[in-house]
T-cell receptor, first 110, second 118 residues
């Protein structure tokens, strides 16, 4: 079983749609959780950290369920510029051992 | 502020040749990471350094790969001899702790080196 598993995608949605990505992780001792965004032929960039209480950053909401070892990312009112691959990232200890999911590709269409 | 700098951005070489990839981390960061990304395997951690010392190299595929960090502002990843299956995008990332850093311990990636071994 992979350490971090994501929805395979791709997701193709119209502008303005709400889209949700899911991610599960295998190690229950994992401590830190993140969503990274990667544009085509670019480097991954931190989108947001994921906190136990859930957190929101504008149109983006991240949630963590430790009991189910599950992380989600919700994007509301999607924009064309949201088109990218979204990587779920889990760290066991101190953010030096980050494990990346394979990513879910999102395409937002006009 | 300058982010992580990598060079070259693109490298095309022939099988058997030595390849050296370079990285300059963000100033003040004390951890440096080398990753490889392919379509088949996704993003894989190869090795990371903390305060210039290699901490975990368990991801290094084989003896053909080696990495060094002679000082806090420079690291190299060398492949010798290179093989076609080494073709990938190689990312360097850095992270640090301390005042003024955007997110504690989060890794910031360089633009990557796209390596093609013919």
């Amino acid at each position: 079983r992979k350490e971090v598993e994501q929805d395979p995608g791709p997701f193709n949605v119209p502008e303005g749609a709400t889209v949700a990505f899911n991610c599960t992780y295998s190690n229950s001792a994992s401590q830190s959780f993140f969503w990274y965004r990667q544009d085509c032929r670019k480097e991954p960039k931190l989108l947001m950290s994921v906190y136990s209480s859930g957190n929101e950053d504008g149109r983006f909401t991240a949630q963590l369920n430790r009991a189910s070892q599950y992380i989600s990312l919700l994007i509301r009112d999607s924009k064309l510029s949201d088109s990218a691959t979204y990587l779920c990232v889990v760290s066991l200890y101190n953010n030096n051992d980050m494990r990346f999911g394979a990513g879910t590709r999102l395409t937002v269409k006009p | 502020d300058a982010g992580v700098i990598q060079s070259p951005r693109h490298e095309v070489t022939e099988m058997g040749q030595e390849v050296t990839l370079r990285c300059k981390p963000i100033s003040g960061h004390n951890s440096l990471f080398w990753y490889r990304q392919t379509m088949m395997r996704g993003l894989e951690l190869l090795i990371y350094f903390n305060n210039n010392v290699p901490i975990d190299d368990s991801g290094m595929p084989e003896d053909r790969f080696s990495a060094k960090m002679p000082n806090a502002s420079f690291s190299t990843l060398k492949i010798q001899p290179s093989e076609p299956r080494d073709s990938a995008v190689y990312f360097c990332a850095s992270s640090g702790i301390g005042p003024g850093l955007a997110v504690y311990g989060t890794q910031y990636f360089g633009p990557g080196t796209r390596l093609t071994v013919l």
